[in-house]
């Protein structure tokens, strides 16, 4: 399986961008990236995901290199209810693929 | 968007019993279904993948009889954790995915403690 690495935790400040980064140097041409984040004592929920471009959503957006071997997700303004454990994961495009998790990165929020 | 629901949310057990834990895909077709068991502070962890309508396939290390998996629909997985112990107590979630390399859907977990 084709791991990320993450650093395992990170700070901001409230209102000011977050880039939160992510390595995945063995991905795969099919490995789709995605990012989900976990609030704690619930089940993880989704960010975003792509493929070879950045993507936009109302949540956050990511940046993909060029390589695709590193990703970063970029919140915009952190917000209090931003401080989760974001997981950065590849996809891959079969049927049976299993969906293995990191350790992630563990974001506060300073107010 | 899309749903999974998991229940129940929190059960307390005691040893040796068995507990079900329920997961629906409640607008869409979830042909394949992950479970994870989650330590305090700690990554979720995949115990097995299960696709509708064959034997779900189980990491190393997960013992089968021990937590038995059954994706009978598109909708309903369920995870039974047979004759509990208190080192089975731990936070239980499953996910649906819609389609190939898309999304992952997550209940909301499950805190199962074995006293």
């Known amino acids: 399986d084709a791991k990320t690495t993450q650093p395992n935790s990170m700070e901001s400040n409230e209102e000011e961008p977050v880039h939160l980064p992510c390595n995945h140097s063995t991905i795969s041409g099919t490995d789709y990236i995605h990012w989900y984040r976990q609030l704690p004592s619930q089940g993880p929920e989704y960010v975003i995901h792509?493929?070879?471009s950045n993507v936009n959503n109302r949540m956050a957006s990511l940046a993909i290199a060029e390589d695709r071997k590193s990703s970063t997700l970029i919140l915009h303004r952190a917000t209090l209810r931003d401080a989760a454990v974001y997981y950065c994961i590849l996809r891959g495009y079969t049927s049976y693929d299993k969906v293995i998790f990191g350790p992630g990165t563990s974001l506060s929020v300073i107010p | 968007g899309a749903v999974v629901s998991q229940h129940p949310s929190r059960v307390i057990c005691k040893s040796g019993t068995s507990v079900k834990i329920e997961c629906r895909s409640l607008d869409f077709q979830a042909t394949t279904m992950f479970w994870y068991r989650q330590f305090p502070k700690k990554s979720l962890m995949l115990m097995a993948t299960?696709?509708?309508?064959?034997?779900?396939?189980?990491e190393q290390g997960v013992e089968k009889d021990k937590f038995l998996i059954n994706h009978a629909s598109l909708t309903l997985s369920t995870l039974t954790v047979t004759s509990a112990h208190p080192e089975d107590s731990s936070f239980y979630i499953c996910?649906?995915?819609?389609?190939?390399?898309?999304?992952?859907?997550f209940g909301s977990g499950t805190q199962l403690s074995v006293l």
């Open positions: 299960s696709n509708e309508g064959s034997k779900a396939t189980y």
């Open positions: 792509g493929l070879t």
């Open positions: 996910s649906a995915r819609e389609g190939r390399g898309e999304k992952l859907f």
